[in-house]
């Protein structure tokens, strides 16, 4: 099946500081790739999506780069706030389209 | 706009009991997928309904099974628990597209804890 993992398992940046959390996917299908935040005992709330035929997408203070060549995705946070401190996963179509696959998070922790 | 919303927040059961779980997407959304959520893990997908059909499965046991309403609504149906049935259970909503769903948003979970 997909694998979707991710480099760094934690991650902990000063407050104010940039973040940039990474993510490799195995299916070169895969066209479509969504960054979810996750708090602690909440459902993933939806950040920023990408499309395959894009290499770059900003939102507000988060830009999602996309390189297909290596398979590999990464999500930068500007201006990091406390706030921001959760599980963040990157998940994947696949094959089909119709179902996402997840790595396993990496979970960032603001220091103020 | 009310956003994908699931009950019930939390669940507690035994070994070889049954459970229901129910969601309702968010509005203007017309397919639901369910996801198992393990401690420390990534959400892995079950299966998805569309058209009050399954329209793709994960891998996951003939246990479990589902269902959707006319009115887009879902359920999620585990027979015989076991103790690995411990988990989130996450539902995701989204408008189909032909094929490929797009901008897929989650609830908030039910927690289920099988002892």
């Known amino acids: 099946g997909e694998s979707v993992g991710l480099h760094l398992p934690t991650l902990s940046v000063q407050e104010g500081d940039n973040s940039i959390i990474n993510c490799a996917y195995s299916n070169s299908a895969s066209d479509y790739f969504i960054w979810y935040k996750q708090e602690s005992g909440k459902g993933p709330q939806f950040i920023i999506d990408i499309r395959s035929n894009m290499d770059k997408r900003q939102g507000q203070r988060v830009t999602v780069l996309l390189n297909k060549t290596v398979k590999h995705l990464s999500l930068q946070i500007a201006a990091t706030q406390p706030g921001d401190s959760a599980v963040y996963f990157c998940a994947e179509n696949g094959n089909t389209g119709n179902q996402f696959y997840f790595g396993t998070g990496t979970s960032l922790t603001v220091i103020p | 706009d009310a956003g994908v919303t699931q009950s019930p927040t939390h669940l507690i059961k035994t070994r070889g009991q049954q459970v229901t779980l129910r969601c309702s997407p968010k509005s203007g959304h017309d397919t639901v997928s369910w996801y198992q959520q393990a401690l420390g893990q990534g959400p892995q997908f079950i299966f998805q309904?569309?058209?009050?059909?399954?329209?793709q499965r994960g891998n996951f046991p003939d246990r479990f099974s589902g269902h959707q309403f006319p009115n887009y609504s879902s359920e999620l149906n585990v027979n015989a628990l076991l103790l690995g049935d411990s988990a989130l259970y996450l539902c995701a909503s989204t408008l189909a597209g032909v094929k490929k769903v797009d901008e897929q948003f989650f609830g908030p979970g039910t927690r289920l804890t099988v002892l």
């Open positions: 309904y569309y058209e009050e059909e399954e329209r």
